[in-house]
């Protein structure tokens, strides 16, 4: 049950810690800092946090999805 609470309170945030967008996107943490870096992921910079938008990670992937 506790498990349960944990994944509902994340898929309630606005925003996702690198670890967090990471596992959610099915990508390693190395390379989520190589599309950040390479600015081609959205980001906030909150202080010196760096925080994933949920919305615009869906956005992400909407846009870099392939029809093939």
Request: proline share 4%.
């Amino acid at each position: 049950m506790i498990a349960t609470q944990t994944n509902q309170c994340a898929a309630d945030r606005l925003a996702l810690r690198p670890s967090e967008a990471a596992k959610a996107l099915g990508i390693s943490e190395r390379s989520l800092w190589s599309l950040t870096r390479a600015g081609r992921i959205p980001y906030v910079r909150v202080g010196r946090r760096i925080l994933y938008p949920v919305e615009m990670l869906r956005e992400f992937l909407a846009q870099n999805a392939r029809t093939e």
